[in-house]
């Protein structure tokens, strides 16, 4: 079973590019993330939301906590917004942390 | 601040060896965790360490052990690997204690594989 599922697996976009990426989970939460994992391995979180919208520079991160549903935007895509993006909760009641598989972007110049 | 640290990077085992994966983080978070990525699965949690003192099972602990030694570091053992734990390991650490959320910091990872 897939409590979290991500779409698209992989997206490859023009630079200058908007860029949606849609992550939908089946079990309550007390929290969803964002994270970046970079070609060489690293991960880094980008956003921790439990309700409505959140903004870092080009990055926007959406929830919508009814519909079980959240979304990353990323606006004027760049070669190096190129990396592989997962979406993760924090499962409430049980406070377990399940994972989707990832959606890799390619941002061509 | 060095922030996660995990030692090794890399470790090829062979089957029924074992090792002991460390992990440290200098940013007095309260919870640590460990995670396992395997092609095409997703991370999967392995176990968590809410507070220093207290460990916790998370999706896949079968196979592993764990010991907060002391708030900083946390650490997970193989007693006899096996194949199926050839994976990449990455540990984690959040301010915040369970059933609480906050941003998780994630070390650099250990690429583990086991013949």
């Known amino acids: 079973k897939n409590e979290v599922e991500q779409s698209p697996q992989n997206l490859t976009a023009q630079e200058g590019e908007f860029i949606t990426i849609n992550c939908s989970y089946s079990?309550?939460?007390?929290?969803l993330h964002w994270l970046q994992q970079h070609p060489g391995g690293g991960i880094v979180s980008l956003f921790m939301?439990?309700?409505g919208k959140k903004k870092h520079g080009r990055l926007i991160a959406t929830i919508n906590i009814q519909e079980k549903h959240s979304s990353l935007h990323i606006t004027a895509s760049h070669p190096r917004d190129s990396a592989v993006y997962i979406c993760?909760?924090?499962?409430?009641?049980?406070?377990?942390?399940?994972f989707g598989t990832g959606t890799s972007l390619t941002v061509i110049p | 601040n060095a922030g996660v640290t995990q030692t090794p990077k890399f470790q090829v085992l062979k089957t029924g060896q074992s090792m002991t994966l460390q992990c440290a983080q200098d940013?007095?978070?309260?919870?640590m965790y460990w995670y396992r990525q395997d092609p095409g699965m997703g991370l999967r949690l392995i176990y968590y360490?809410?507070?220093?003192?207290?460990?916790d099972k998370g999706e896949v602990p079968n196979g592993y052990n764990v010991s907060r030694l002391n708030k900083r570091e946390f650490s997970l053992r193989l007693e006899s690997a096996a194949p199926s734990q050839t994976s990449v390991y990455f540990c984690?650490?959040?301010?915040?204690?369970?059933?609480?959320?906050?941003?998780?910091?994630f070390g650099p990872g250990t690429r583990l594989t086991v013949t």
């Open positions: 939301l439990s309700s």
């Open positions: 984690a650490s959040t301010w915040g204690l369970a059933g609480l959320s906050y941003e998780q910091y």
């Open positions: 993760a909760v924090r499962t409430e009641p049980g406070n377990q942390f399940y």
């Open positions: 940013m007095n978070h309260n919870s």
């Open positions: 079990v309550g939460i007390s929290a």
């Open positions: 360490s809410a507070s220093e003192g207290t460990t």
